[in-house]
């Protein structure tokens, strides 16, 4: 499978050898006696090319979701063994930081609380500690982050603004519309990394978090469809419009549906309860 994944990812033998560290013959052998196991093609072949036949797309979202299966509870289990009791919180950096100050606060008052380790992450990657086990439980943000497979409660539901430039011809608008926001503003959206790593393709500048992000908002080059809570960490560099026709964004806690956790219980009861 991790074979697999590293040739579907970079749809090329050469590149995915050498991530892998291995030579490029034992690979191809290898996905061609996977395509055997399995009795379908996984690859379309050119002299040029390769390229996920639709059957590869299918075992490549499963593939991954299996093998952070395998990480999670290999690192769960050596967690378990060195007898360290807490809790791992992901969160997005910057994000619902009023709710998580008094969800650390409310916890810690409770009976029985353990320590909990707060990990700061980048956009979308407290989705992927929380698959591959390097965290117990995590704040996500829907529609930006994926739920499935978790089991989640929802926390906050709230509406979502534009920050442009203060400068910015359209500063003065009561509100702004998406299409608005496409058509009438020279200002191109950023583009933020994929679970790859790689960022996909379009004219804004590349992000990384959100203190580059409002950087180089700052300095007129990007702006941005942020939650409303965001308004409040920003200084007069900005100007902040509504969207009223931007989905909203529920914050979510969620964790894995086989925990047996208590620490991990308590806290999600803790935060329902705010």
Not at 51 to 79: F, I, N, P, Q, S
Not at 128 to 149: E, I, M, N
Not at 257 to 268: E, F, G, N, Y
């Amino acid at each position: 499978m991790r074979y697999f994944v590293a040739v579907a990812e970079e749809l090329h033998f050469g590149r995915a050898a050498q991530r892998l560290a291995i030579a490029q013959p034992p690979l191809s052998r290898a996905i061609q006696q996977l395509e055997r196991r399995l009795g379908v093609v996984l690859l379309h072949r050119t002299a040029r090319a390769i390229a996920l036949t639709e059957a590869g797309a299918v075992l490549l979202r499963e593939a991954r979701a299996a093998l952070d299966a395998v990480e999670a509870a290999e690192r769960r289990t050596r967690r378990a063994a060195a007898g360290k009791p807490g809790v791992v919180l992901a969160t997005k950096a910057g994000a619902s930081r009023e709710l998580l100050s008094k969800l650390l606060d409310a916890y810690a008052a409770e009976p029985g609380a353990v320590a909990v380790e707060v990990v700061l992450c980048g956009p979308g990657e407290q989705e992927s500690l929380l698959r591959t086990g390097r965290a117990d439980v995590a704040l996500l943000h829907r529609p930006y982050d994926s739920t499935a497979g978790f089991d989640t409660e929802d926390l906050h539901t709230e509406e979502q603004v534009v920050v442009l430039p203060s400068g910015h011809p359209l500063a003065n608008r009561a509100q702004l519309s998406l299409a608005e926001l496409n058509t009438q503003t020279d200002l191109p959206l950023p583009r933020w990394p994929g679970r790859d790593g790689s960022y996909p393709d379009g004219p804004g500048p590349q992000v990384r978090d959100h203190t580059q992000l409002f950087q180089l908002i700052a300095l007129g080059l990007t702006c941005a469809v942020v939650p409303e809570s965001i308004r409040d960490q920003l200084r007069d560099d900005y100007a902040v419009l509504p969207m009223p026709d931007a989905p909203p964004v529920t914050t979510v806690i969620a964790w894995p549906p086989h925990s047996r956790s208590k620490a991990v219980a308590d806290l999600v009861r803790t935060a329902t309860r705010l």
